[in-house]
């Protein structure tokens, strides 16, 4: 028994690893790339930067890619014993289905185990990382927040549109100050120059032969109180680069919240509690996906009973798409309240999970 379970395990394990290893890159390429394509042209970010940026997008790719790799290993071993007769074989041996199907469920049992770890603490640590070397991408090369002919956003108080970029020069700038939600100050330079304030974590805009106009701090948005013509040789715009992060990092994702995070904001009885309890939720019905899988794909990879490879990849494809379509569309429904989103983002569970044990009874009595 010892021997069957070995083999079995064993060729269940390689084929998860490679089904994990490929859907894990092709979903890393096909979503992120055009994030890192951006990176690349307009950011000069160097090679080693970027592959540090894959790793910590990975993790959170794994938590749909280990279910499904999981998924289409399933299909592909048992339908291959399925078709070469080896499951007849162990039936012959006076082997039940249940007993040789034990060591699959407690496999999936231990994955869905790895898929809980990731979902609740690894995956929300990379996320948080990730947001952490977006900026550090971006200080390291102060050039990298500006574009030609482009308005940066990306500080609160500051639009600044750049004309042009040549070398190290900024050329035609247009500089927008901001206080209270309110434009205050106009800077229109002909060209400016960037360096860091290591000591401060300012970034330092250094403009020359620059003119500006300013607005009334108690009516802004009166057009008669504008002063203008006011003119500068030369001046320097702080723009905090700590405040920037502090910004970046109070509108996180919820995929950013750990497990203690996502239960102390749930405590808070906060406006979005109910979008926590869903994600919460969300990650615990995705790591148990496994579990569901194994229970439909054994049963449909038997009565498939063949060995191609891919007629295994086309059911994995169906049901996979099948179960994260759902989820998708639960997720969707996460603040409407009256839409039951906690229950229905266990929905594809149970369907799943009543089906396979349907499957699997069906074909016990076989």
Same mark, same amino acid.
């Given at each position: 028994? !010892? ?5 079995? /395990? ?28 951006? /990176? /690349?042209i307009n950011h000069d970010v160097p090679l080693q930067t970027v ?23 399933? *299909?592909?071993? +048992? ?62 090369? %102060? ?20 004309g042009a970029r040549e070398g190290e020069t900024l050329k035609n700038?247009?500089?927008?100050? /901001?206080?209270?939600?309110? *434009? ?21 805009? !250094? ?12 009516? %802004? ?20 680069? !700590? ?59 038997? #009565? ?12 994995? *494809? ?21 839409? +039951? ?10 369907? +799943?999970? #009543? ?12």
């Amino acid at each position: 028994m !010892k021997i069957i379970d070995r083999y079995l /395990l064993s060729a269940l394990g390689i084929a998860t690893l490679m089904g994990v290893s490929l859907l894990s890159l092709v979903l890393v390429l096909g979503n992120v790339f055009k994030q890192l394509l951006d /990176l /690349l042209i307009n950011h000069d970010v160097p090679l080693q930067t970027v592959f540090a940026f894959i790793a910590f997008v990975l993790p959170f790719s794994m938590t749909f890619t280990i279910p499904w790799g999981f998924l289409t290993a399933l *299909l592909l071993v +048992f339908g291959r014993l399925s078709a070469d007769n080896e499951l007849l074989a162990m039936r012959s041996m006076g082997m039940s289905f249940t007993r040789i199907c034990f060591p699959v469920l407690i496999s999936s049992l231990f994955l869905t185990a790895i898929c809980l770890w990731i979902n609740l603490e690894v995956a929300p640590r990379a996320e948080q990382a990730m947001m952490e070397s977006l900026y550090k991408i971006a200080t390291s090369n %102060p050039l990298s927040f500006f574009q030609s002919d482009e308005v940066s956003e990306d500080f609160p108080d500051r639009r600044v549109y750049v004309g042009a970029r040549e070398g190290e020069t900024l050329k035609n700038l247009l500089v927008f100050e /901001l206080e209270g939600g309110h *434009l205050s100050k106009v800077v229109f330079a002909k060209e400016g120059h960037l360096s860091i304030d290591q000591d401060h974590s300012h970034l330092l805009l !250094k403009v020359e032969d620059a003119h500006f106009e300013e607005r009334d701090p108690q009516e %802004p948005n009166n057009f008669l109180k504008i002063r203008q013509g006011i003119s500068i040789q030369s001046g320097i715009f702080p723009m905090p680069l !700590k405040r920037l992060f502090e910004t970046k990092m109070r509108w996180r994702h919820l995929n950013s919240y750990r497990l203690t995070e996502l239960i102390s904001e749930i405590g808070k009885k906060t406006p979005q509690q109910l979008q926590l309890l869903v994600e919460l939720n969300k990650r615990f019905s995705i790591s148990f996906a496994t579990l569901a899988f194994a229970l439909i794909a054994i049963p449909l990879g038997i #009565t498939a009973h063949r060995k191609e490879t891919s007629v295994g990849f086309a059911l994995s *494809l169906v049901v996979a798409f099948g179960y994260f379509f759902f989820i998708i569309i639960a997720d969707t429904f996460r603040s409407n309240p009256h839409a +039951f989103p906690v229950v229905l983002i266990w929905l594809p569970n149970i369907i +799943f999970t #009543t089906l396979g044990i349907i499957l699997f009874r069906r074909l016990l009595r076989q």
